[in-house]
């Protein structure tokens, strides 16, 4: 049974930074590309981040770059995001996701997903 589980969420004042977790069990983790979405109230869920099964090839929206960061680790079956310079707007439930075939910005190739970790960010 796949399981991917994020935490590291939490309530943050704008200006600081959090580093999300996913740690993935029941799969190939070295197989699988990984991404970030989040979502906000009232909102669509939307991509973040994601990263190829090797970590070597990112992909950012404008929106966030210089901001967010992925990274994995392999051997740990685990990703991370690091949030720097949070802003209320970034407030949202943000979830991990796998793809054993192709990374993209949308939510179709992604075959699990995470349960969501919520950030909240005060102003």
């Known amino acids: 049974q796949v399981q991917l589980v994020e935490s590291g969420g939490g309530l943050v004042h704008t200006g600081d930074s959090l580093r999300l977790s996913c740690a993935a069990s029941?799969?190939?983790?070295?197989?699988?590309?990984m991404a970030w979405f989040r979502q906000a109230p009232g909102k669509e869920r939307e991509f973040v981040v994601a990263d190829n099964w090797s970590g070597t090839r990112t992909y950012y929206p404008d929106s966030v770059k210089g901001r967010f960061t992925i990274s994995r680790d392999n051997a740990k079956n685990t990703v991370y995001l690091q949030i720097d310079s949070l802003r209320p707007e970034d407030t949202a439930v943000y979830y991990c996701a796998a793809s054993s075939t192709l990374i993209a910005t949308d939510e179709g190739p992604y075959e699990y997903w995470g349960q969501g970790t919520q950030v909240t960010v005060s102003s």
């Open positions: 029941g799969l190939i983790f070295s197989n699988y590309g």
